[in-house]
């Protein structure tokens, strides 16, 4: 089978056995892989209402059709299951090589359901899988457990696996691959630490075969030069996204203590120049051209990142401008097993309840010593991690003040506040995993191309939302790496090697639909409500005092109207529910 290996690994850790099923490879046409696939599995494989925590939840690692084959960036995986976070659909994606490597081994797909009885390891090499107990890795940190499998299973393999945040079922806890690459929201690392797995290690040796394999060595190479290594995308390389620190401070949507501001007064001691003056080296993913990976080093400590989600949540929004402290508490983050954004917005709730006599957590904007003991205090449960851990929406709810909590569905809110980005409100409130700039991101015109004014909101905001959504959601079946800001026309001279015929624009249009709107009904099986399509009332009532967004308001009002027209506009009915007729138009097989 060409690009696909047409298989599915599945292990249930209750029964200690794993099985190989063939690819299903209806649903494979109808949803690629990735996300799409993800999906359509994980509707099949679990009852509505299904408890996050249960041991049923599954845990699905899915590669797309073009990993371990050299299509720029496509060794990506997409994690998936019910999040443990916000109880949507969980989809979060990660370099590195697993994905490659898990291809290689000669598997499509990875579903990891049940509970091992003590914590273990899945081993897979080929055709042989392993559960094995490891009790020895038992706390161990990012970096050591990786180094560990390297030693006691195979010096060639990779890993994903989960840092003592997991452990500790911390609701934001992530995967980590090769170290450095994270799938962060939602706590992929939460669900497999639930299952008292600790690491998932693969080793192969197989191959991906590609059909004609001239004329799709010819193809990449062209689009390699066209696309990717182009005078456009050399920011992506020579600066990644530290280069939007500077534009969003600078278009006031930065989030600034708590996202009380959007304007960073400290923001030229933490944006890219700043960055780039302590650079020391440069890696990609596996099968990547672009090569957007970072490493910096600063007195005491050296590493990849920070990205820019992590200098603008566990930086300005947490009153840090300290290059050195936001190193050493981004590395601590990556070495615990720690979501960046959803630690960065708790951090930055405790302060702002602390400054407001609320509640005193102890730890004040711009406090770094009590900052620096943030990450292993969460994710050991230890100190103020231990209350914090209930998530911003659970503590601000406790202490009297839910109005503080910046969260869409329970997911704590990126790095761009829609005060300086009205069209955010929008992606943020009808994204299918909650507070999430990964389905739109209208940032782009909005801020940094300048193409449409930041400060509307109307029909011509919900059409372009509703475009990029559907784009991304094709984007990420095929996963396709976020800054290679691949077009249709571009992935149609992809899919014309996978389906093997003329492949239009128009057909992958509506598969990102289809899947789009499987992620709406899967959303709606597990109890999401319309009401629950919303952004902090903050962010639409109470306008920032400084900086170029200084006064601007969305209004409510505002907002509901667009998100009735963002309904209609997608064929759902007054309730936000799907049609029959939408349904049926994109061939969905599933319903409510
Ligand atoms: S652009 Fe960066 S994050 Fe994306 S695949 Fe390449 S190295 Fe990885």
């Known amino acids: 089978m060409d690009f696909y290996q047409g298989k599915v690994l599945k292990i249930d850790l209750s029964a200690g056995t794993a099985i190989v099923e063939p690819l299903n490879m209806e649903w494979a046409e109808l949803y ?41 960036t496509c060794s990506r995986v997409v994690i998936g299951g019910k999040s443990p976070a916000s109880g949507t659909m969980l989809d979060s994606y990660m370099g590195g090589s697993f994905g490659s490597i898990l291809k290689f081994a000669g598997y499509d797909m990875v579903i990891v359901q049940g509970l091992a009885p003590q914590l273990s390891t899945i081993l897979i090499k080929d055709d042989v899988v392993t559960l094995a107990p490891c009790p020895a890795y038992t706390g161990m940190k990012t970096s050591e457990i990786e180094a560990a499998l ?60 590609v059909g004609d394999a001239k004329a799709f060595l010819d193809d990449i190479e062209r689009m390699d030069a066209d696309y990717i290594l182009t005078d456009d995308n050399y920011w992506v390389h020579e600066e990644g996204t530290p280069i939007l620190v500077g534009i969003t401070s600078g278009a006031g949507c930065q989030p ?43 007195e005491g400590a050296e590493g990849e990142g920070p990205e820019y989600e992590t200098i ?77 851990a209930m998530g911003a929406k659970a503590l601000a709810e406790k202490h009297g003040c839910p109005e503080l909590a910046m969260h869409s569905k329970n997911l704590e809110m990126p790095g761009y506040d829609p005060r300086g980005s009205f069209g955010m409100s929008i992606a943020y409130a ?14 782009g015109v909005e801020v940094v191309e300048g193409s449409m004014p930041a400060d509307t909101l109307d029909s011509s905001k919900v059409v372009w939302n509703i475009d990029f959504q559907n784009h991304y959601a094709f984007k990420f079946c095929g996963i396709w790496c976020d800054f290679w800001a691949i077009d249709y026309d571009q992935m149609t001279q992809l899919m014309k090697h996978l389906w093997k015929r003329d492949v239009t624009e128009d057909e992958l249009k509506v598969v990102g639909e289809r899947v789009w709107n499987l992620g709406r009904l899967y959303n709606l099986r597990e109890g999401t409500e319309k009401k629950d ?32 027209e963002y309904y209609a506009t997608r064929g759902w009915d007054e309730n936000a529910v799907p049609t029959e007729d939408k349904l049926r138009q994109l061939g969905i097989d599933v319903r409510l």
């Open 150 to 209: 390297r030693a006691d299973f195979d010096a060639k393999m990779t890993a994903i696996s989960i840092g003592p945040a997991g452990e500790s079922k911390l609701p934001w806890a992530c995967i980590s691959n090769d170290q450095y690459h994270k799938a962060g929201r939602g706590g992929t690392g939460a669900l497999l630490g639930s299952k008292n797995v600790k690491a998932i290690a693969v080793a192969g040796t197989g191959k991906v075969t």
């Open 256 to 298: 600034v203590r708590n996202f009380s501001e959007g304007t960073n007064p400290d923001v030229e001691n933490i944006d890219s120049e700043a960055f780039q003056k302590i650079r020391v080296k440069k890696r990609a993913c596996y099968q990547c051209t672009l090569a957007c990976r970072n490493f910096h080093r600063v």
């Open 312 to 388: 603008a949540l566990c930086g300005a929004n947490v009153g840090v401008g300290d290059i050195d402290a936001l190193m050493k508490f981004n590395i601590e983050c990556d070495e615990w097993g720690l979501d960046t954004i959803s630690t960065g917005n708790v951090l930055g709730l405790a302060m702002d309840m602390t400054e407001k006599g609320i509640h005193d957590f102890g730890v004040r904007f711009g406090d770094l010593d009590a900052y620096l003991k943030v990450p292993e205090q969460l994710a050991t449960r230890s100190g103020i991690g231990a209350e914090l």
């Open 430 to 443: 009808s994204s299918d995993r909650g507070g999430c700039h990964m389905r739109s991101f209208p940032i």
């Open 32 to 72: 690629i892989g990735g996300k799409g696939l993800m999906l359509r599995y994980l509707w099949e494989l679990t009852e509505p209402g299904l408890d996050p925590w249960s041991p049923d939840n599954p845990f699905i690692v899915a590669t797309g059709p073009f990993a371990g084959t050299n299509v720029s």
């Open 533 to 564: 399509d919303f952004v902090p009332k903050a962010m639409l009532e109470k306008p920032f005092t400084t900086g170029v967004s200084a006064g601007k308001v969305i209004g409510s009002e505002r907002f509901a109207k667009v998100m009735d």
